[in-house]
């Protein structure tokens, strides 16, 4: 009779709870929708050969250049780099929010017991002083109802914070990948102009030794041979800033890859050669970036969190309701303590709603509002900027070959020049100021080809990553996925 009793007071509760549950299915504030950007619908630099506007990308463009070496240094460097294993910390952080937030779903329980010897006193009671045990042990429940949706929106911010860690960690990825091949192509330069440079040093000294011999004979002035000495110190100068390039480029790579400046010295000291630029490249439709630039995805993710924010913010505004329970064994004795007349429970819901509080609820609001405007507008910025980095790496990339065919014909005709003017000058047929103004000029030109060609590659590099290369949107590749 009295377990119906108990029954008979409970359903009602248990009537009104679902009744509850039922209703807060609403969630307030604003559902997130994803912003439509206007973009072109074909790249400006669209019409050249070289620039193929398919709908496709290049996952791992470095292999292109055939150089296992740099294919060697990045496979490090995704294992090594600090900056990357930070990312990826984030991300862990970012998951682990995403459970604390998830976990309000769920009801608290927590177990308690005490055994406490107390002493009443002589004023208190009736009966005068009294010395006692208590002991008690149970359980204590707690469980919010998410009648309105701050929980959920809870879930949703965080959510949308995990994704948003995850695109930084991909849009670290991608810039350590061109970050690397970028220093590897400065060094190849480097070694590049350095060749130069000794080539032409070891021709200005054979006419250094040519003059000196006609001066010995009679056949040439001291001022010649002032002349041929200040032409030769003046290119020895330009040797050590080169090999100061050099070493830094080698120890830049060596720190991005988690390693000490040097580690990589003897690896990178012997020269190679600098790869040849790529005839065509898949630049993908400006509509790509969308799916491709991480940055832009990660933007897209912020206002996303931002939004639910706002639902946060305007809950509190409404009543939460809270179940809690309590069920326990409390006995004066310990020996009675785990008998069925011990038992002790108290159980029914918990209602608070704020009803003032000098419009802070609604100031809040307003600032999540001025929030989820200013992630908007950054949104629509990182979307301006990307296009305008991408835009600027295809006139940069085909501008520079324009420039590097230009310095080979300009190398070819220099080299002629000084062939000439040697020529002339030992037959008496021409001032000694030619071969010195072909010689510099043809130091300047060869110096300025061997740095177009590796602007060239660089600048390949650059524009891959300006169009989001180095990752596979649409499923994970093998690099992307690796975790320091």
């Known amino acids: 009779m009295m377990r119906d009793s108990i029954h008979g007071k409970l359903r009602p509760l248990l009537a009104g709870l679902l009744l509850l549950l039922v209703a807060g299915c609403m969630s307030v504030g604003p559902d997130y929708e994803t912003p439509k950007m206007q973009v072109p619908v074909v790249w400006q630099e669209g019409s050249d050969p070289a620039l193929v506007p398919a709908e496709a990308m290049v996952v791992r463009w470095w292999t292109l250049f055939d150089d296992p070496l740099l294919e060697r240094l990045i496979a490090q460097g995704t294992q090594g780099n600090l900056d990357l294993r930070s990312a990826v910390a984030r991300v862990r952080e970012a998951r682990a929010r995403l459970g604390v937030a998830t976990g309000e779903y769920w009801p608290g329980v927590e177990a308690a017991g005490s055994a406490m010897r ?81 080539g032409n040093l070891i021709s200005q000294r054979q006419v250094l030794d040519l003059t000196q011999s006609r001066f010995r004979n009679g056949l040439a002035t001291g001022l010649d041979v002032a002349q041929a000495e200040r032409v030769l110190a003046a290119s020895e100068a330009v040797v050590p800033p080169l090999r100061i390039e050099l070493t830094r480029s080698i120890n830049s790579i060596a720190v991005l890859l988690g390693q000490p400046p040097g580690a990589l010295f003897a690896e990178l000291s012997e020269p190679a050669p600098i790869p040849v630029p790529l005839a065509q490249v898949t630049v993908g439709v400006p509509a790509d970036l969308l799916r491709q ?60 709603w704020l009803l003032f509080d000098g419009k802070r609820v609604r100031s809040q609001i307003q600032v999540e509002d001025a929030l989820a405007e200013q992630a908007l507008y950054q949104y629509e910025q990182t979307m301006l900027n990307a296009l305008n980095e991408a835009e600027n790496a295809m006139t940069q990339y085909l501008q520079q070959r324009d420039t590097l065919a230009a310095l080979e014909r300009s190398q070819q005709a220099g080299r002629r020049s000084v062939k000439l003017a040697t020529g002339l000058y030992k037959d008496g047929l021409s001032d000694f100021q030619n071969v010195l103004d072909s010689q510099r000029a043809l130091f300047e030109i060869e110096n300025q080809l061997a740095a177009a060609r590796g602007d060239a590659v660089i600048n390949l590099v650059q524009l891959y990553k300006a169009i989001g290369g180095g990752w596979n949107p649409a499923g994970p590749q093998d690099a992307s996925k690796e975790k320091p």
């Open 293 to 352: 630039r991480p940055d832009i995805r990660r933007a897209e993710r912020q206002l996303a969190a931002q939004t639910a924010r706002i639902g946060i913010a305007k809950a509190d505004l409404y009543p939460r309701l809270s179940l809690s329970g309590s069920f326990a064994f409390e006995a004066l004795n310990g020996g009675d303590l785990l008998k069925s007349g011990s038992r002790a429970f108290a159980f029914g819901p918990t209602v608070r």
């Open 118 to 198: 107390q002493r009443s006193s002589e004023n208190s009671l009736s009966v005068g002083s009294r010395t006692e045990s208590v002991y008690n042990v149970g359980l204590d429940a707690s469980w919010e109802l998410d009648l309105f949706g701050r929980i959920g929106r809870s879930v949703e911010a965080a959510r949308a914070d995990y994704q948003a860690s995850e695109e930084d960690r991909v849009d670290v990825l991608i810039t350590l990948y061109a970050e690397i091949a970028r220093t590897y192509f400065t060094v190849r330069t480097s070694q590049a102009r350095l060749a130069a440079a000794e």
